[in-house]
């Protein structure tokens, strides 16, 4: 099913970049506005310059972010700062990290992916998605024509085939060893033609399934449509009919996923006074005072609780110093509030219910008013303040997805609402990435 590729990665020269700590940066989706200035401060070679270049009030078509971005990779491989490996490979990356105290390790592998339509369900997506991410996706692939962050998939590695063979490889020299306190990396390249035809074998037999990344793989599509368009003869081989992508195993320990909590604002006076008598011709209630110093693990117990597959919600600002537990009571009545041409699993997903029952139905937020209406958040106590700072009037607590449930999703052909699940940590781009050409 998936055809898995070989690349000639580009990466930074240590001669002249030493630290690559300095210049790496988190994938684009995830930098703010004040993590980019700071970025563009720590190194002249960050490599934020390439990933999320900055907007300019003097932009015109011909300078702007994009170009910008252009020239500076071309700056960059012509002074050697950044240079091309001698030979394609798959590369095999170790990263560790820490999460409420515990150390984690997770294996990747960053490969070239052939290019599939969703509907051959060869690669699978699990969120629904936006357009304006993917205009911008786009707009940069035409300039750098470069892949610049990894697509983050999920596999199933049956009988830990390619993790054996993966571990043979962690006994050789890494290319990357960057360690600190927050997180490590190591990078392999894995050259030999026999053991990249084994990694590349096992995974053709079995679908991918994207964990993080669907605005990049949505634009890559748009981008080769683009190029066939203009290369109608074109023979399937060239690079824009590939992705970078970094594949993970399922059942990885290193693979965390945490929940983007939902936070609320514009909300008229009138429609919360009305918002608790809503929610209880549906839901079972139950209000908690906020009174644990760790509100986090609150939250957590209240979530978890006795579970079965019973709809749990923690709704916070409602009630000054409350949480308020919602446990779905009536969920034939909540299932008719979801559109129709969803699946059963999606229906009775606690994220269908928040964002279809109670933000859609109950509060009124449209899609038009999202933008300026709605957050997602998976830092629960930078959640809660934001309510209690009054930025957001409310708070909605989700349990995290767990991995069988995207799978299962994808599988139907389904996707659940957008940001619905968010993997800790992401890949940082800088580390390798691929030209196109």
Not at 263 to 272: D, H, N, P, Q, W
Not at 335 to 347: A, D, G, I, R, T
Not at 352 to 363: G, K, Q
Request: net charge negative.
């Amino acid at each position: 099913m998936a055809e898995i590729r070989p690349f000639r990665g580009v990466r930074y020269n240590e001669r002249l970049v030493q630290d690559i700590s300095s210049v790496i940066c988190p994938p684009y989706d995830i930098i703010t506005p004040e993590a980019e200035q700071e970025l563009y401060h720590r190194s002249e070679y960050s490599f934020v310059k390439l990933e999320h270049g900055q907007q300019l009030p003097s932009d015109t078509d011909e300078d702007n972010k994009y170009t910008r971005s252009a020239a500076t990779l071309k700056q960059w491989l012509d002074k050697g700062v950044l240079k091309t490996d001698g030979l394609p490979a798959i590369y095999l990356h170790q990263h560790c990290f820490s999460y409420n105290g515990a150390r984690y390790r997770r294996h990747g592998i960053i490969a070239a992916v052939r290019l599939e339509e969703w509907d051959r369900m060869v690669i699978r997506p699990h969120e629904s998605t936006r357009g304006k991410p993917k205009d911008d996706r786009l707009n940069l692939l035409w300039a750098l024509q470069a892949n610049t962050s990894p697509i983050f998939a999920m596999f199933e590695d049956q009988g830990q085939q390619i993790a054996s063979l993966l571990a043979e490889k962690e006994q050789d020299r890494p290319i990357i060893d960057l360690i600190s306190s927050e997180e490590g990396h190591r990078i392999w390249a894995i050259t030999s033609p026999e053991v990249i035809s084994q990694i590349s074998a096992r995974l053709s037999d079995r679908p991918l399934y994207i964990a993080d990344g669907h605005h990049r793989y949505e634009s890559a599509l748009n981008y080769r449509k683009e190029r066939l368009t203009c290369s109608p003869s074109a023979s399937g081989d060239e690079g824009f009919n590939f992705v970078m992508m970094e594949l993970v195993d399922f059942t990885d320990p290193g693979l965390i996923i945490l929940s983007p909590h939902r936070l609320v604002r514009g909300i008229s006076k009138v429609t919360l006074s009305e918002l608790k008598s809503r929610l209880a011709t549906l839901f079972q209630m139950e209000e908690l005072p906020l009174g644990t110093p760790d509100i986090s693990q609150q939250v957590d117990d209240l979530l978890a609780g006795d579970r079965t597959d019973q709809v749990r919600i923690v709704l916070f600002g409602l009630s000054p110093g409350s949480l308020l537990l919602l446990k779905l009571g009536d969920s034939a009545t909540a299932s008719q509030m979801v559109p129709y041409f969803h699946s059963e699993l999606y229906k009775r997903l606690d994220v269908s219910i928040v964002d279809h029952v109670i933000l859609e139905e109950m509060l009124g937020l449209t899609s038009e008013r999202e933008e300026t209406s709605l957050a997602f958040n998976h830092d629960k106590m930078d959640v809660i303040n934001k309510v209690l700072n009054r930025e957001y009037q409310l708070a909605f607590f989700l349990s995290p997805v767990k991995t069988e449930v995207i799978k299962a999703i994808a599988d139907v052909g389904d996707r659940m609402p957008r940001k619905s699940s968010y993997f800790y940590p992401k890949p940082p781009s800088g580390l390798v990435f691929r030209r196109l050409g």
